[in-house]
């Protein structure tokens, strides 16, 4: 779409800044929320759209309509953790962090850009979930729980905001990314890793940035209310070792 205007909540660095990077290249204007300016210096020159960045700690200021575009065509929230613990050991505080980060800052952002999104003919929202939701794996109490909360809200979102909104999801397994850096701290680390994937390798955050852009487009039309795994196989297949 010409003219189209794309806010990317995270779009700073990993994958939200590869969706970045692919809508500047269709010709987007793009709008960051994050709190630093991360890795967007490296496109400013470089791609067709226009960029603008609002700086922006999302679990601390509350954003305004007037901060962002008039007519929203597209929106995604990226923010998001990774806090892996056993049962015993996660804290009530653990637990609120994480909601607030990825489930209450991701409604209240949606909230904000809704008048504008309401104003584009073909709106569709992206937010992330995580393997981990639909898949038991120890250690993952406070993961499962917030990424479970988003992907039935954007079920719940999807219908009441449709025809007029999209409204999707994608759930990642583990996506070489400064969130996931801690797990990906050796080449010993990321060999192991890979073991764990049918498809034999970690993600790259291009592999969602893809999925991410398709989901934005009007290619993805009559793509409502549905969560996509993005995870080399692994909620879905078996593969003997
Ligand atoms: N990477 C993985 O292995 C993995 C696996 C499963 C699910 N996911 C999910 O996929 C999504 C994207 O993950 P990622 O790996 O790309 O994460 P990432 O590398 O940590 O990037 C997150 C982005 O969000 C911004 N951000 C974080 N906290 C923020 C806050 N409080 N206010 C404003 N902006 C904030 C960061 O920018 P600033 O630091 O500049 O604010 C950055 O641009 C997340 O929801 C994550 O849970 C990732």
Redesign the pocket.
């Known amino acids: 779409m010409t003219g189209k205007n794309v806010v990317v909540?995270?779009?700073?660095?990993?994958?939200?800044?590869e969706i970045v990077r692919r809508e500047l290249n269709q010709g987007a204007s793009v709008t960051?929320?994050?709190?630093?300016?991360?890795r967007l210096l490296e496109l400013a020159a470089a791609e067709s759209g226009s960029l603008a960045h609002i700086v922006?700690?999302?679990?601390?200021d509350r954003l305004s309509e007037e901060q962002l575009p008039e007519r929203i065509d597209a929106f995604v929230?990226?923010?998001?953790?990774?806090s892996l613990g056993s049962l015993r050991a996660c804290n009530p505080e653990t637990m609120r962090r994480d909601f607030e980060?990825?489930v209450v800052?991701a409604t209240t952002c949606f909230q904000v850009a809704l008048k504008s999104m309401s104003r584009s003919e073909k709106a569709s929202a992206v937010f992330?979930?995580?393997?981990?939701a639909q898949l038991g794996m120890s250690m993952h109490t406070s993961?499962a729980a917030s990424?479970g909360a988003i992907e039935a809200l954007v079920r719940t979102w999807a219908s009441e905001l449709a025809p007029k909104i999209r409204v999707n999801g994608?759930?990642?397994?583990?996506?070489?990314?400064?969130?996931?850096q801690r797990?990906l701290s050796s080449e010993s680390k990321r060999a192991v890793m890979a073991t764990i994937y049918p498809l034999a390798r970690i993600?790259l955050?291009d592999d969602?940035a893809a999925l991410a852009e398709f989901l934005l487009s009007d290619k993805s039309g009559w793509i409502t209310g549905q969560i996509y795994g993005v995870d080399g196989g692994l909620s879905s297949i078996f593969k003997a070792p």
């Not at 909540?9 to 800044?17: E, M, N, R, T």
């Not at 994608?170 to 996931?180: C, G, M, R, S």
Request: aromatic share 6%; glycine share 14%.
């Open positions: 909540v995270g779009g700073s660095h990993g994958i939200g800044f960051v929320v994050s709190r630093t300016v991360g922006a700690d999302v679990c601390s929230y990226c923010p998001g953790s990774i980060l990825n800052s992330f979930s995580s393997v981990a993961v990424k994608i759930a990642p397994a583990l996506v070489d990314t400064p969130l996931a797990l993600g955050p969602c």
